[in-house]
């Protein structure tokens, strides 16, 4: 398959620069993947279609102020660094703009020196291995020095970065948001609870990936970029059960359904607790072991996220369902309006 086959026509007036007011407030696009069939609701509606015995399963990970800009020693020229993955021993992988000035060796600081990265080497991607050196906590310093890593396509500041997060988010690590998750609010997901609907919890660390687009023409070609998941015992079980019982699995987001999917592939459907690294690719052609459903955004163009939902409902059902997105100006992206595939 060609990278093309995955194109659409978007307005860049479509993407959406602010969250809105209220986190429940967006549009529901839903997509009936057998029929192809749509229906334009609102976001408050995705009860009406999980029903009780059914299960959401969501990416609890937290963003961590991610974006650090400072300056090269001995140059003084002005560096950002977006953290990307924890490696141990105070290393990360990282991008750095602009790359063609960090080489293996050079040292950045950020906060006149309260933190210092060196550069270890250059990755396949074109990423940095850079190992920091402080005093004190490193998770303190990157509160009081970094910033929030919204998405290129974003220009506008976000005035609240909470609202870059879930209500649910736990445990931090990720370089950017499960952005289907950002609809929901406390109080939505309780009532989701009473209806019946029960939760489980993954945690995906979401990194290079969400920033590296295709490169390759023939999507096959293409390597994804690993990323840390892990899913306890609890949560597998809540899962399982549903299966059991003949109800319906709903990933909210990809990173929820790449997590599940990786697991589930290694024992025929079945969930078990475990944690690793995964850079499961989805594309049409490929058969789910565990989703029945999924609720997201909408997607960048020739995205491996729109090859996923694709795999999902079909190349057509999804083009022809963006087209209709556009027609009737829902909002793209990650700030943007909602997706339900059932």
């Given at each position: ?26 549009r529901?696009l ?12 609102q ?38 660094v ?12 990282t ?10 060796g ?30 004190g ?12 890593p ?42 989701l ?10 945690t ?27 899913l306890?015992e609890e ?40 944690e ?9 052609g ?14 960048l163009?020739?995205?491996?996220l ?20 556009v ?16």
């Amino acid at each position: 398959m060609n990278v093309n086959d995955f194109d659409f026509t978007l307005p860049e007036s479509l993407i959406a620069q602010n969250p809105l007011q209220d986190r429940t407030g967006s549009r529901l696009l839903v997509l009936h993947k057998e029929t192809g069939q749509t229906e334009h609701r609102q976001f408050t509606d995705l009860k009406k279609y999980i029903k009780a015995g059914d299960t959401l399963v969501l990416n609890d990970t937290r963003v961590v102020p991610a974006r650090l800009f400072g300056v090269k020693e001995g140059t003084g020229a002005h560096i950002e660094v977006l953290l990307l993955k924890a490696l141990g021993d105070d290393r990360w992988e990282t991008l750095v703009r602009p790359g063609k000035r960090i080489k293996p060796g050079a040292r950045i600081q950020f906060g006149d020196g309260l933190l210092v990265g060196e550069c270890l080497e250059e990755t396949k991607v074109g990423g940095r291995i850079m190992r920091f050196t402080y005093e004190g906590i490193f998770n303190e310093l990157l509160d009081r020095l970094g910033e929030m890593p919204l998405p290129p396509y974003i220009k506008e500041q976000l005035e609240d970065s909470e609202r870059y997060q879930t209500v649910y988010a736990k445990h931090r690590g990720s370089a950017a948001a499960p952005t289907a998750g950002l609809h929901f609010t406390a109080e939505y997901l309780e009532e989701l609870k009473a209806n019946g609907v029960n939760l489980a919890f993954i945690t995906l660390h979401v990194g290079l990936g969400t920033f590296r687009p295709v490169a390759a023409d023939v999507i096959e070609e293409h390597e994804m970029h690993s990323e840390f998941y892990r899913l306890d015992e609890e949560n597998a079980r809540i899962i399982n059960e549903t299966k059991e019982r003949g109800g319906r699995v709903i990933a909210v987001g990809t990173t929820s359904c790449r997590t599940l999917e990786t697991i589930g592939q290694k024992y025929g459907g079945e969930l078990r607790a475990e944690e690793g690294w995964t850079d499961i690719f989805i594309y049409p052609g490929y058969t789910f072991s565990v989703i029945d459903g999924l609720q997201t955004n909408f997607h960048l163009p020739k995205s491996t996220l729109v090859m996923l939902v694709s795999a999902l409902a079909g190349r057509e059902n999804i083009l022809r369902a963006y087209e209709e997105a556009v027609q009737q100006e829902y909002r793209f992206f990650s700030f943007g309006d909602a997706m339900l595939i059932i």
